[in-house]
């Protein structure tokens, strides 16, 4: 089943404000949403309903929630849905709600993986939930999909049960799970449901809906691309290719990085395999080709369907869902990502083939957001997975799929990529002309190595982004300097970022603006050992960035990243590659990083000696972290008392501010570390992320 991934899906999720305003807009009647109760059903004058929807998400009426598409969509081929939220997963009467539906339960954990959702990268549980009304965590369990399926069952033993949502999509074959540390099987397998639909999935779920009213058995839906499903005979199974069993890939990390190769290369519509996975007891999962991406025409359809475009009015009183104030004024402008990071699960789940909606479609809903009552005039992002991407990497995508044995983007551009800016530049003039809109954001990201590829001399596209569509920071993700670890990321060399960055740094001097590039970092990925870490240190020193959050790598299944945190070895080279792993190796690579802090004084220098690099332990300004630890601030957070640096003796107040009135230190600079120079001296910092630096961190 469909869903839009937030961006930067490969990270620790940016979590909307905890809660949300009360009575945030004018609450709509439960009629404009689908039935989530019997009486609500019974108002419609329907009995049995086709199908019932059980999603561990709140109920939120909107495009970028998956649930929302694949409801609507059903409803608009003439199917009666019903809505379970949050089920209680002790209770099985809380999934009876409409009694047994006529075609199929239909599951989804929701709009992110819920062991994400419920976990840090360090495995600590999150008090959180921004998919929950109010904003409070602990309302669906882990691994929802498999629980929720298998509530249904014990009361529906014969019902068919079709998993969807980003959960099942990425566990759709045997596949790591970071939080056992351990391997796992098909989820189809653990969860007792007959089928998954992976990726994005109208058009598979129109077809399952289709065949299930037609009279076919759950257990002969075998043909539907976009599927998975289990059979004990491989007798009507053809043109498949045979992965490495489950005892095979559960003994052998070299060969579950053969296994996930072979699924990667196979992730394509155009040229994708059947994939065969044998367990014990003479059981198959059996993965059909992706479902081919929706044309054009057929993604406008999808985003005219009748959406309420808000939260279900039963969640008013407890304030709202949060999640919907990220996404409620932007505009999802396209599908697909041929960046293919490593650390990214999109290119598996959406594919590597980008379709954009036509300009007439996202003007209409920016229309209709204009004349929301809370609409301000700020259309907060026009984007997707990445922002900067309209359509397909190179003319023969369409026709002959994405090749098997390069990347678009990667280290270094493919000579056939077509690098063009001009659609999505004519798009943003003509949202920025509506009336009533003030300003066009971007803010989903954009690949900085696609725009450096862009052959227009005059950089129309960065000229107009600077001008119109940046307010102070532009949040770009280069995620590491060091070209060893970019290299296993798949991400363009540091040269790249540099020039990027001159770029925008030499168009905001010619149009006497100062804004900055705020870069994302990722620490303790694949390829990093101390000595990559220490050279991003000092890229952050020499560019006086003072990052407040640094982000992990967090082992997602499914992603290429992942499989090189489990077995060691690249899956698409089969060479070997470092892994910091231990939680102590990943700490130390987090403080360098952040080793302006003095709570990482210890850290740092156990770092730096253990590399090797105590050159950098001194009182040269291009050392890290002097001899001498440095003192404890004070307990209302001002600067430490005696003679360090920038103290003098004075004494803090209570207010944050100093004996003669200024703003003490820790307020003036923030948590990171030392206010660089240019600033304390009045002067702006440099833009191009190489000197001076910026302010704060994401």
């Not at 594919?351 to 809903?365: Q, Y």
């Not at 090189?564 to 698409?572: F, K, S, W």
């Not at 040269?620 to 630890?629: A, E, G, V, W, Y």
Request: aromatic residues 8%; hydrophobic residues 35%; glycine residues 10%.
């Amino acid at each position: 089943m469909s869903k839009k991934p937030a961006p930067q899906s490969h990270r620790s999720p940016k979590r909307p404000e905890k809660g949300a305003p009360k009575n945030a807009r004018p609450s709509l009647p439960a009629s404009a949403f689908l039935p989530t109760t019997r009486a609500e059903a019974d108002a419609r004058g329907w009995g049995q309903l086709d199908f019932v929807y059980v999603s561990g998400d709140a109920y939120v009426d909107h495009p970028s929630f998956g649930s929302a598409i694949i409801t609507r969509v059903l409803e608009s081929h003439g199917y009666k849905v019903g809505f379970i939220a949050q089920p209680d997963w002790n209770d099985p009467e809380s999934v009876a709600v409409f009694g047994e539906p006529r075609l199929g339960f239909l599951v989804s954990a929701g709009n992110m993986d819920s062991m994400v959702n419920h976990y840090t990268v360090n495995k600590k549980r999150r008090h959180d939930d921004a998919y929950t009304p109010g904003g409070k965590g602990g309302a669906r369990p882990n691994h929802a999909a498999v629980v929720y399926s298998n509530l249904i069952r014990r009361t529906f033993k014969e019902t068919p049960i079709i998993l969807g949502g980003i959960e099942a999509s990425l566990r759709r074959l045997a596949h790591y799970d970071y939080w056992s540390d351990s391997l796992k099987r098909s989820i189809l397998l653990d969860s007792g449901a007959d089928l998954i639909s992976y990726g994005m999935g109208e058009r598979s779920i129109v077809e399952i809906a289709d065949a299930l009213a037609a009279g076919l058995s759950v257990s002969d839906l075998t043909f539907i691309d976009g599927t998975v499903f289990r059979t004990r005979s491989l007798e009507h199974v053809v043109d498949y290719e045979m992965l490495h069993g489950w005892e095979e890939v559960s003994g052998d990390k070299r060969a579950f990085a053969e296994s996930f190769a072979t699924q990667y290369r196979a992730s394509d519509p155009v040229c994708g395999s059947r994939l065969v996975e044998t367990y014990p007891h003479g059981v198959y999962v059996v993965q059909n080709p992706p479902a081919a991406p929706l044309t054009q025409n057929e993604m406008d359809a999808v985003y005219r369907l009748p959406y309420a475009r808000t939260w279900h009015p039963s969640y008013d009183e407890a304030g709202g869902v949060p999640a919907l104030s990220e996404v409620k004024f932007s505009l999802t402008s396209c599908r697909g990502c041929f960046g293919e990071c490593a650390f990214c699960a999109l290119t598996f789940h959406q594919g590597r083939i980008v379709t954009g909606r036509s300009h007439e479609s996202l003007l209409d809903e920016a229309r209709v957001m204009t004349a929301d009552p809370e609409f301000k005039g700020y259309i907060h992002d026009v984007g997707g997975p990445t922002a900067n991407f309209r359509g397909p990497a190179c003319a023969k995508q369409r026709t002959r799929g994405a090749c098997t044995d390069r990347r678009c983007l990667g280290t270094k551009p493919c000579p056939a990529m077509k690098a063009d800016h001009r659609d999505y530049t004519g798009l943003l003039r003509k949202l920025r002309k509506l009336p009533g809109v003030k300003k066009v954001f971007v803010r989903s990201g954009i690949r900085f190595d696609y725009v450096m590829a862009d052959p227009d001399p005059d950089r129309t596209f960065l000229r107009e982004l600077v001008e119109h569509h940046v307010s102070g920071q532009l949040r770009v993700a280069p995620e590491h300097v060091s070209d060893t670890v970019l290299a296993a990321m798949g991400k363009p060399p540091r040269a790249v970022y540099d020039a990027f960055c001159g770029a925008f740094e030499e168009i905001n001097r010619e149009t006497g603006k100062k804004q900055f590039v705020v870069p994302y970092l990722m620490s303790s990925h694949p390829g990093s050992t101390l000595a990559e870490a220490i050279e991003l240190a000092e890229y952050v020193r020499d560019m006086g960035f003072n990052p407040e959050q640094v982000q992990d790598f967090y082992p997602t299944p499914s992603t290429i990243s992942t499989c090189m945190y489990y077995t060691g070895l690249d899956p698409l080279t089969m060479e070997p590659i470092y892994v910091p792993k231990t939680p102590h190796e990943k700490a130390l690579q987090r403080a360098l990083i952040q080793y302006r802090n003095p709570d990482n004084y210890d850290l740092v220098r156990e770092a730096l000696t253990k590399a090797g690099r105590t050159d950098l332990i001194g009182w040269d300004k291009q050392c890290l972290i002097r001899p001498i630890r440095p003192k404890k601030r004070d307990a209302d957070g001002g600067a430490p008392k005696g003679k360090g640096r920038g103290n003098k003796g004075r004494a803090s107040s209570s207010n944050g501010k100093n004996a003669k009135g200024r703003a003490s230190s820790e307020r003036s600079r923030g948590a990171g570390g030392a206010t660089p120079k240019s600033q304390r001296q009045g002067k702006p910092p440099k833009a191009n992320g190489r000197k001076g630096g910026i302010r704060k961190g994401r």
